[in-house]
């Protein structure tokens, strides 16, 4: 696992939308040519951010996480998890007690486990699950326990009123490279695959932000702050995914599907953030604003908290 979260929430939005509820419709013959052209286009964004917050509140998904715990060598217990963790020359060791139970990848675990953090196997125990991953030579388990506090609480997320007029044309420039960001969470950095930049005009100013390519390699994604950051929209900065093209072809960067990141919801998320080259001086007024709530490390576990 590589810790890249935030693009399994947006690889797919631009290959089809999921079915939702939508709004009650006018009757389509009662509305002009340009009216109905903005009346669809408002309908498919509503249906894809519906389908957007449906996919947070996937219990196996990131924001269903309730602990980040970052190990080493000495032993460590986690609350509400069977067994003892460290880790050795980057692999995981889990030790039961023999009257404690876990499987791993559908295995019953007894006695010293080692487990290779870039597998895909989930540890299944009682009232819960928990996951290993490598994060920049770190070794972490990252734990889902049942009842999950921030999806028993999640209503959605607020947005701005979508506009075709954030749907801005881009040329990108082929400049395939490894760019290092930071992570929202951890002392590391990420090490992303870009294949090149795009340049576009907002509001006057010309702009060459970086690309990168999804974790499932069926995208790219623009990862940015703007003047709304820290504001009306997250401190993270927020995605927008685009379709690839060849060197020198024109994409278009929908602002209106500006997407949030995991760590905007949830402490214990390890997002890639956006390079701080990649920054949009103009305000965007499109997309999704900060949530409504978050889920933040406590004394006694974590702790739901609304956000302003």
Same mark, same amino acid.
């Given at each position: 696992m590589t810790?890249? %979260? $935030?693009?399994? /929430?947006?690889?797919? #939005?631009?290959?089809?939308l999921a079915s939702a509820s939508m709004s009650p419709e006018p009757p389509l013959d009662e509305l002009a !040519?340009?009216? @109905?052209? !903005? $009346? +669809?286009f408002?309908?498919? %964004?509503? +249906?894809?951010?519906?389908? +957007?917050d449906e996919r947070r509140r996937d219990p196996h998904g990131p924001l269903a996480y309730t602990g980040l715990h970052w @190990?080493?060598? *000495?032993?460590? *217990?986690?609350?509400?998890?069977?067994?003892?963790?460290?880790a050795i020359r980057g692999s995981a060791i889990v030790s039961l007690d023999p009257e404690e139970h876990a499987r791993y990848a559908g295995v019953d675990l007894a006695g010293e486990t080692r487990i290779d953090p870039?597998?895909?196997? =989930?540890l299944d125990f009682a009232g819960g699950e928990a996951e290993f991953a490598g994060l920049g030579g770190h070794v972490v388990l990252r734990t889902r326990l049942r009842p999950s506090p921030f999806l028993e609480g999640f209503r959605g997320t607020?947005?701005?009123p979508p506009k075709e007029g954030w749907v801005v044309p881009a040329v990108f420039h082929a400049d395939p490279r490894v760019i290092e960001v930071e992570a929202a969470v951890g002392d590391f950095l990420h090490r992303l695959t870009s294949p090149g930049t795009l340049r576009f005009t907002v509001?006057? *100013?010309? $702009?060459e932000l970086a690309v990168f390519e999804s974790v499932s390699g069926t995208g790219w994604r623009l990862p940015f702050t703007d003047a709304t950051s820290g504001r009306e929209t997250t401190v993270w900065g927020r995605d927008v995914v685009i379709g690839p093209v060849a060197d020198g072809e024109t994409a278009m960067i929908d602002f209106t599907r500006s997407s949030n990141l995991p760590c905007a919801y949830s402490d214990m998320t390890t997002c890639a953030l956006a390079p701080r080259e990649s920054r949009i001086r #103009?305000? =965007?007024?499109?997309?999704?604003?900060?949530? *409504? /709530?978050? /889920? =933040?490390?406590?004394?006694?576990?974590?702790? &739901? &908290?609304p956000q302003s």
């Amino acid at each position: 696992m590589t810790g890249e %979260w $935030y693009s399994e /929430l947006t690889d797919d #939005t631009f290959s089809g939308l999921a079915s939702a509820s939508m709004s009650p419709e006018p009757p389509l013959d009662e509305l002009a !040519s340009e009216s @109905l052209a !903005s $009346y +669809l286009f408002a309908q498919e %964004w509503q +249906l894809w951010h519906e389908d +957007l917050d449906e996919r947070r509140r996937d219990p196996h998904g990131p924001l269903a996480y309730t602990g980040l715990h970052w @190990l080493g060598a *000495r032993p460590q *217990r986690v609350p509400r998890v069977p067994g003892s963790f460290r880790a050795i020359r980057g692999s995981a060791i889990v030790s039961l007690d023999p009257e404690e139970h876990a499987r791993y990848a559908g295995v019953d675990l007894a006695g010293e486990t080692r487990i290779d953090p870039g597998g895909d196997g =989930i540890l299944d125990f009682a009232g819960g699950e928990a996951e290993f991953a490598g994060l920049g030579g770190h070794v972490v388990l990252r734990t889902r326990l049942r009842p999950s506090p921030f999806l028993e609480g999640f209503r959605g997320t607020p947005t701005f009123p979508p506009k075709e007029g954030w749907v801005v044309p881009a040329v990108f420039h082929a400049d395939p490279r490894v760019i290092e960001v930071e992570a929202a969470v951890g002392d590391f950095l990420h090490r992303l695959t870009s294949p090149g930049t795009l340049r576009f005009t907002v509001d006057g *100013r010309a $702009y060459e932000l970086a690309v990168f390519e999804s974790v499932s390699g069926t995208g790219w994604r623009l990862p940015f702050t703007d003047a709304t950051s820290g504001r009306e929209t997250t401190v993270w900065g927020r995605d927008v995914v685009i379709g690839p093209v060849a060197d020198g072809e024109t994409a278009m960067i929908d602002f209106t599907r500006s997407s949030n990141l995991p760590c905007a919801y949830s402490d214990m998320t390890t997002c890639a953030l956006a390079p701080r080259e990649s920054r949009i001086r #103009t305000r =965007i007024a499109a997309g999704e604003k900060t949530p *409504r /709530l978050r /889920l =933040i490390a406590g004394a006694d576990g974590p702790v &739901v &908290v609304p956000q302003s």
